[in-house]
């Protein structure tokens, strides 16, 4: 089984008069960043949601949206400061004195004043919040990796049928090479009867120079290293896991293999297959990306 990086999750969880909605979704990330957007009422919980979150995911652009709602009765309560409207109340006397005016100041107008009176928010159950939320976003990382899940199974089978057909392009480059050395052997030995026309060819002589390009075109070693690079692929794929990192260096590979083919091609079919087989790589390689 293997995720894509590509997911979404929503969840709502209502007790307690309170009701928390989560909801996650993600893009392909070289590593985990999470993003968490929620009231400042929660920061607290910052870090328990990411070691949360983190039972879920291993990699990937995490957005995470909060919120909350509380719909209990008296939730903030109003606090009276005398001592604050003691001194206003004692300054505001002198002033009169000091200036010789008359004293008016008034209940309501003290009232008025900064932090005379103030909202208090309740105290609030900490760990009966962080049971509620945390509800909300397991039911939300649950779903969020369900459809990863479905996302990856896409994957998995589209990059088994790349990967099948470049295994039909690897074997057409085994199968053309010897023909490619079949085919000089043939040209270079017409070549030189026809300049030496009746003259005894030098078989010796000619069987260094066809070994010489042989040698020069010859990619057996890359292919055997990309086919194994390719069914290394499917076994990985089939293992599942988290396995994005890996089969991106196995990619890379796979590449660089092509690339030497393309370099040693003497020959127009192996160089357009090899230009296909990279087209193909690439392909692949952009898949992995959206790999977990």
């Known amino acids: 089984m293997i995720k894509s990086m590509t997911g979404f999750g929503r969840c709502e969880v209502a007790e307690n008069n309170r009701k928390f909605t989560v909801e996650m979704k993600s893009v392909n990330h070289r590593y985990l960043d999470v993003n968490i957007k929620m009231p400042k009422k929660l920061n607290f919980f910052e870090s328990s949601i990411r070691?949360?979150?983190?039972?879920?995911?291993?990699?990937?652009?995490v957005d995470v949206f909060i919120t909350y709602e509380d719909f209990s009765e008296n939730t903030s309560s109003v606090r009276y400061n005398k001592e604050l409207a003691a001194e206003y109340l004692h300054f505001l006397r002198q002033?009169?004195?000091?200036?010789?005016?008359?004293?008016?100041?008034?209940?309501?107008?003290?009232?008025?004043?900064?932090?005379?009176?103030?909202?208090?928010?309740?105290?609030?159950?900490?760990d009966e919040l962080w049971q509620a939320l945390k509800k909300a976003i397991a039911g939300a990382a649950e779903m969020f990796v369900q459809t990863?899940?479905?996302?990856?199974?896409?994957?998995?089978?589209?990059?088994i049928d790349k990967l099948d057909g470049m295994l039909q392009l690897v074997d057409f480059v085994a199968e053309r090479s010897p023909q490619?050395?079949?085919?000089?052997?043939?040209?270079?030995?017409?070549?030189?009867?026809?300049?030496?026309?009746?003259?005894?060819?030098?078989?010796?002589?000619?069987?260094t120079e066809v070994t010489i390009f042989a040698d020069k075109v010859c990619v057996d070693e890359e292919i055997v290293r990309l086919r194994?690079?390719?069914?290394?692929?499917k076994k990985t794929l089939s293992e599942g896991g988290s396995i994005g990192r890996k089969l991106d260096?196995?990619?890379?590979?796979?590449n660089r293999e092509a690339n030497t083919i393309l370099s040693k091609a003497n020959d127009l079919e192996?160089?357009?297959?090899?230009?296909?087989?990279?087209?193909?790589i690439e392909k692949v390689r952009e898949q992995i990306q959206n790999i977990e």
């Open 51 to 61: 070691s949360e979150l983190k039972n879920y995911i291993s990699r990937g652009k």
């Open 95 to 126: 002033m009169a004195e000091d200036f010789g005016l008359d004293n008016d100041v008034r209940v309501s107008t003290l009232s008025k004043y900064p932090d005379v009176f103030t909202m208090e928010e309740q105290t609030i159950d900490e």
């Open 148 to 159: 990863r899940i479905a996302e990856g199974e896409h994957l998995r089978a589209d990059l």
């Open 180 to 207: 490619i050395v079949a085919e000089y052997k043939q040209k270079l030995e017409e070549k030189v009867r026809e300049l030496l026309e009746d003259a005894t060819v030098d078989e010796g002589r000619l069987l």
């Open 228 to 233: 194994s690079h390719i069914e290394t692929t």
């Open 249 to 254: 260096f196995i990619a890379q590979e796979m």
């Open 270 to 280: 192996i160089s357009n297959c090899a230009i296909e087989l990279k087209t193909e």
